[in-house]
């Protein structure tokens, strides 16, 4: 098993799919509005599904290999979609994981072996969020704020433009919020950071936990006590 295994469904082999929400669109309210969450969903991450899939159409080779390792190998990709496919490709994979990343039973806080994480990389649970916060905030224009597993093995957050991924420069995204306007307008409108502080109340622990100890497990079967292994 290699770290982009960690990433793979069946959305991600040609032709792309959209993956069917785990609750209904307005299952996140009042902190994620329905109409935004069907044009989210069904709009917006269409998009770049249908997209990606004619940008891949004249490549029969690129069809074999999974979206996640295109995504993840950009300067490997034909000069004349590469482009095309890091902001769709990007998309998808980025957009995937978002659904996964909020559920309507969220908040909280993590346990076990990424709290215990959270607290040596951070102080506390509260000063990632206040990192985490800002790194959405201060990002200038659309893009995305992450927590991500570094090569090294480190948490780390960060924020990537448009539909880039921290994949894309071999970090492991474990939580991932999307801060382009139509995530949020509808209902926030120009006020990004509440919709940033709302969110945290549909973020869902367990399933960034789970990618967490996934790659602890991963990096362990590499008979290493560092992650570098992974990244190979």
Partial sequence: MNKLSLYQTAYMNYPYTLPPLEYANNAL?????????HL?????????????????????????????????????????????LQN???GH????????YMTPEGG????????????????SLAQFKEQFDTA????LGSGWAWLS???????????????????SRGHLPILGLDVWEHAYYLK??????????????????????????????LAGSQKEVSMTPVFN
């Fill in 108 to 123: 909280g806080g993590p346990q076990g072996k990424l709290a215990q994480a959270i607290t040596k990389k951070f102080g």
């Fill in 149 to 167: 597993v570094t090569p090294t093995g480190d948490l780390e957050t960060s924020a990537t433009a448009n539909q880039d991924t921290p994949l």
């Fill in 188 to 217: 926030y409108h120009n006020k990004r950071p509440a919709y940033i502080t709302n969110w945290w109340h549909v973020v869902n622990w367990n399933k960034v936990q789970a990618q967490f100890e996934a790659i602890t497990r």
């Fill in 88 to 90: 769709n490709g990007g």
């Fill in 93 to 100: 994979l980025n957009h995937a994981l978002f659904w996964e």
């Fill in 136 to 139: 959405a905030k201060n990002h």
């Fill in 40 to 84: 989210h969903h069904d709009k917006h991450h269409q998009a770049y599904i249908d997209n990606a899939n004619k940008a891949v159409t004249k490549y029969p080779e690129l069809q074999k290999k999974s979206l996640v390792e295109l995504v993840a190998h950009l300067d490997e990709l034909p000069a004349d979609i590469r482009t095309t």
């Fill in 29 to 37: 309210e009042p902190y994620i509005d329905e109409q935004t969450m």
